[in-house]
């Protein structure tokens, strides 16, 4: 435990607290330590208490989402991990402002649930997320996506708490999404709100299908992961290539150290068994990181979000 007198942080604020909390189960990897402080705060006024306090007296805060995209140190994680699943941060508001064609999130809100809503409710806009499993404020800060599109396409405006504890709204033409990056401060999304069209209910769950269908045959989504270790990388000839195809022609597949492993379905998706150390996961990306480079002469750089002692938050 890192932090000197935590209760002064927290202990007049309405949040769940829970020390030296195990966050494996938190993680779609399943492994990995433990933070020395996790929050869940219960209200906006008590995150935003949180966020000054943690600035003032310079404590890291980090801001977990479903553990999709998240590998966390066997040592576990210093400073404040915060956790947006109480009920206020996990609302969905249709037809938001009076206006069908607008749906508002928090930032704890299930993507999932959110696109299996959207079918049933008969709205386009969202369905290029079916089978990626987010948070809203995680799927958000990574701008999460695939084929068919990514969610910054559906965003109309984004509420994000500074550090200072300042709720700030930007609106979509203040707001650029990239390949796997947003134009976002640092922060943490409180909501956000997307743009969704009425449409055919049986065209949304047939679209809805017809991705979810697609992800299912090319990816091992039921595997201990977080989808894709590494990003796409710019060839030295500047055209862009599949991680995951580089991965395959390297002859990386089914590859392991320890209990983790390169999946023999998707290069791109390296996974772990039961037992396995977050150490073998880190050594099996060094591994195809050099071999990669070895043969191709790319640097593969990791979109998973890995968490450590002492890294800047
Ligand atoms: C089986 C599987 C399939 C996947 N397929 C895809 C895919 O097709 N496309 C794709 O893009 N990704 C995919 N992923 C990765 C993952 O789904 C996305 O990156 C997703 O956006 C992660 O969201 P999360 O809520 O789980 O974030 P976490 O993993 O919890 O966190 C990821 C990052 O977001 C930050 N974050 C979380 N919540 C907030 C918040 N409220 N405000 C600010 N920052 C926040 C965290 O601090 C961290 O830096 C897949 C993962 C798995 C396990």
Same mark, same amino acid.
């Given at each position: 435990m890192t932090v000197a007198s935590p209760s002064s942080l927290y202990s007049d604020l309405d949040v769940a607290v829970e020390l030296d909390a195990p966050l494996a189960s938190h993680t779609w990897f399943g492994i990995g330590g433990h933070a020395d402080l996790l929050l869940r705060p219960r209200t906006l006024p008590a995150l935003e208490t949180l966020m000054r306090r943690c600035r003032r007296d310079g404590l890291p805060l980090r801001v977990l989402g479903s553990g999709a995209n998240l590998l966390v140190d066997d040592d576990g994680v210093d400073g404040v991990v915060v956790k947006l699943d109480s009920a206020i941060f996990k609302t969905v508001e249709w037809n938001a402002s009076g206006i069908v064609e607008r749906m508002r999130a928090y930032g704890g809100a299930s993507m999932e649930s959110i696109v299996q809503e959207c079918k049933r409710r008969g709205l386009?806009?969202?369905?290029? =997320? $079916?089978?990626i499993p987010a948070s809203i404020g995680g799927a958000i800060r990574m701008n999460a996506g695939g084929k068919y599109g990514a969610i910054g396409d559906a965003v109309d405006a984004v509420a994000l708490l500074a550090h200072d504890g300042a709720l700030r709204i930007y609106q979509r033409d203040e707001l650029n999404f990239g390949y796997r990056t947003t134009n976002l401060p640092a922060g943490i999304v409180v909501w956000a709100s997307f743009r969704v069209a009425s449409d055919d209910p049986v065209a949304c769950r047939k679209r809805v299908l017809e991705i979810f269908t697609y992800k299912q045959s090319t990816q091992?989504? $039921? $595997? *201990? *992961? $977080?989808?894709? =270790?590494?990003r796409n990388p710019t060839m030295p000839d500047g055209t862009m290539k599949s991680a995951g195809q580089l991965i395959d022609l390297a002859g990386l597949k089914g590859t392991s150290v320890g209990g983790a492993f390169v999946s023999m379905q998707h290069g791109n998706f390296l996974a772990v068994n039961k037992g396995a150390r977050v150490h073998d996961m880190r050594a099996l990306v060094d591994l195809v990181q050099e071999r990669v480079f070895a043969q191709f002469n790319v640097h593969l750089h990791t979109e998973v979000v890995f968490w450590r002692r002492g890294d800047e938050a």
């Open positions: 386009r806009g969202l369905e290029q =997320m $079916a089978g091992p989504l $039921a $595997a *201990s *992961s $977080a989808g894709c =270790m590494f």
